[in-house]
T-cell receptor, first 113, second 112 residues
Framework: DGGITQSPKYLFRKEGQNVTLSCEQN?????MYWYRQDPGQGLRLIYY???????QKGDIAEGYSVSREKKESFPLTVTSAQKNPTAFYLC????????????FGSGTQLSVL | QKEVEQDPGPLSVPEGAIVSLNCTYS??????FMWYRQYSRKGPELLMY????GNKEDGRFTAQVDKSSKYISLFIRDSQPSDSATYLC????????????FGGGTRVLVKP
């Protein structure tokens, strides 16, 4: 089945620790995105990538890092610099034409211990 | 003021009623308008996609866009308990990156 797989479903972070969220897609999409969702709020864009080995900051990139070494994979690292990391993280992908539809994974809930 | 405004709800309706949802926005550059349905702790699922102004119907769902008023709507006919979810509007100017700007979501409860 084609789709976007995020893992793990739940993740806990200790103070001062970096954690990495995985996102893999087999839709053959060129573009991938990371969004953060806080309770009662809309999704906010963290980073996006339109092509392998290239990515751009979104609206709330501070405290996060990404890589795009393969077309299928776009991992997100939440660094210790992110002081309020507790949130629901969503990965998405799309083709790169204008107005293309975004499709989302099932999300990762990150909490601080 | 947020770029996209959406009433958080909850909106409670009896089964079989019409659900009416809407969003207002301030950026006149938005051209692509979407509605996503999100169940608790799941990823958003694309329901409706509209380009520019006009209406679009798909089964029980109707999406309307009024660019002159910067207002979009989603109607769900013959609502079912399974329609209970949070509905997110999203929009894009279609610029490079297809970045979406989301409303905060409206929680809908359909009571049997």
């Amino acid at each position: 089945d084609g789709g976007i797989t995020q893992s793990p479903k739940y993740l806990f972070r200790k103070e001062g620790q970096n954690v990495t969220l995985s996102c893999e897609q087999n839709l053959n999409h060129d573009a991938m995105y990371w969004y953060r969702q806080d309770p009662g709020q809309g999704l906010r864009l963290i980073y996006y990538s339109q092509i392998v080995n290239d990515f751009q900051k979104g609206d709330i990139a501070e405290g996060y890092s990404v890589s795009r070494e393969k077309k299928e994979s776009f991992p997100l690292t939440v660094t210790s610099a992110q002081k309020n990391p507790t949130a629901f993280y969503l990965c998405a992908s799309s083709n790169t034409g204008v107005g293309e539809k975004l499709f989302f994974g099932s999300g990762t809930q990150l909490s601080v211990l | 003021q947020k770029e996209v405004e959406q009433d958080p709800g909850p909106l409670s309706v009896p089964e079989g009623a019409i659900v009416s949802l809407n969003c207002t926005y301030s950026n006149s550059a938005f051209q692509y308008f979407m509605w996503y349905r999100q169940y608790s702790r799941k990823g958003p699922e694309l329901l409706m996609y509209t380009y520019s102004s006009g209406n679009k119907e798909d089964g029980r769902f109707t999406a309307q866009v009024d660019k002159s008023s910067k207002y979009i709507s989603l109607f769900i006919r013959d609502s079912q308990p399974s329609d209970s979810a949070t509905y997110l509007c999203a929009m894009s100017a279609g610029a490079a990156g297809n970045k979406l700007t989301f409303g905060g979501g409206t929680r809908v409860l359909v009571k049997p």
